[in-house]
């Protein structure tokens, strides 16, 4: 029988992560998630998904300084960006652009130390593309920020909130790495041929470009944007359900429960929340919906997903649609490139069989 798309195939065996849809957990390297994004920065979790197990604090501050010191791109990567046309998709570029680090160092078998040069970059090759395009005076990285603080400072120009950190950094945990998804098993196929981890990132990027993937949340910005007040919450969302609309943000094909990662972004919100309007709507929105989807849809047990608190997080900071895809690439580097070292450990050629359908031979 054939498995379309290789659904519910095991095609390999990981100690990366544990996606478990029946009983909405997500864990990595043994952790649930929730503790993880609560608790730990986006290095921590980096290390932990890289190393195996969470750094103490002498690992976690060398390994902070090693990650900032490898932000800054080599003079021709630069130079390749400034070449790529404004009206070539954003993506593509990112695409382009990752593409060109793949000097002599990335050769040899994939290998922490690559890992490490490839996801310090990619926030850099993203801030840049994305202030060239809008026409902005290219922001250069700060070396004494963290991750994901040096990320929005390179977007915007100016030293980000605590409370905008915090809601980015927790997304971006919860982001970056979620089992053998389309992105990720494209990265393991082409790392597979034993090409290089440049290449393999490469094809990840390309897979995260599809709409069926990397698509960007903005229907839920949409419904947000349209509610407003959440004096206005309640009727809204029963006019959607009385017309049998779809509720964006709310279900998800593989968790038949809640989505862990919106109960930590929802929880993320709920303390940070009250300094900021738009995050506090969203969580009014969420119970409201919650609610009321139990009401007109009982037992379909209908729970908000990771795409509405992405959406409610990325509206909070300001963030242009055209950046959804790029930051939830900037997070999943990491996952990428552990699978990628992970696939070189134990490396067996993805060659899958076709059935043929077609013609058969004709007899001349």
């Known amino acids: 029988m ?17 996606v ?27 290390y932990l998904l890289w190393y195996g197990h969470l750094p103490n604090s002498k690992e976690h501050h060398q390994f902070s300084v090693l990650l900032s010191n490898n ?54 090759i993203t801030a840049m593309i994305y202030r060239k395009i809008s026409g902005k005076e290219i922001i250069p990285p700060n070396l004494e920020l963290y991750h994901v603080e040096n990320y929005l400072y390179m977007l915007t120009g100016e030293l980000p909130s605590f409370t905008h950190v915090k809601a980015l950094e927790a997304y971006m ?19 597979s041929t034993e090409s290089d981890m440049v290449s393999a990132v490469t094809g990840a990027i390309g ?55 919106a109960e930590v972004l929802s929880t993320i919100c709920q303390r940070i929340g009250q300094d900021d309007a738009w995050l506090n709507l969203a969580g009014y929105v969420e119970k409201m919906a919650i609610l009321l989807l139990n009401e007109y849809k009982p037992g379909r047990k209908l729970y908000t997903n990771v ?25 999943r580097m990491v996952g990428w490139t552990a699978h990628v070292i992970e696939q070189s450990l134990d490396n067996t050629i993805f060659r899958p069989e076709a059935r043929y359908i ?4 004709v007899e001349c």
């Open 71 to 124: 932000r800054v791109l080599p003079p021709y990567v630069y130079q390749v960006i400034e070449a790529l046309p404004n009206d070539m998709n954003m993506m593509s570029q990112i695409r382009t652009a990752v593409s060109a680090l793949g000097v002599k160092e990335f050769s040899w078998k994939p290998h922490i130390e690559q890992a490490i040069r490839l996801t310090a970059a990619i926030p850099t």
């Open 20 to 46: 478990d849809g029946e009983n909405g957990q997500l864990i990595y390297r043994g952790y649930d998630v929730k503790e993880l994004a609560l608790n730990y920065s986006f290095e921590e979790i980096t």
């Open 307 to 331: 795409e509405f608190y992405a959406a409610a997080v990325m509206k909070a900071l300001n963030m242009s649609p055209d950046l959804f895809t790029p930051t939830f690439t900037v997070s």
């Open 2 to 18: 054939v498995q379309r798309g290789l659904k519910n195939v095991v095609a390999a065996e990981t100690s990366i992560s544990l």
């Open 358 to 361: 077609g013609n058969q031979p």
């Open 207 to 261: 897979a995260m470009k599809g709409p069926l993937h990397g698509g960007a949340p903005t229907g839920v910005i949409d419904m947000l944007n349209e509610i407003k007040e959440k004096e206005h919450a309640e009727r809204w969302i029963r006019r959607k359900l009385e017309k049998k609309e779809y509720l964006m943000g709310f279900g998800h094909r593989v968790y038949k429960t809640c989505d862990p990662r």
């Open 173 to 191: 945990i919860l982001t970056m790495e979620h089992g053998m998804n389309a992105s990720t098993f494209a990265s393991r196929v082409v790392s």
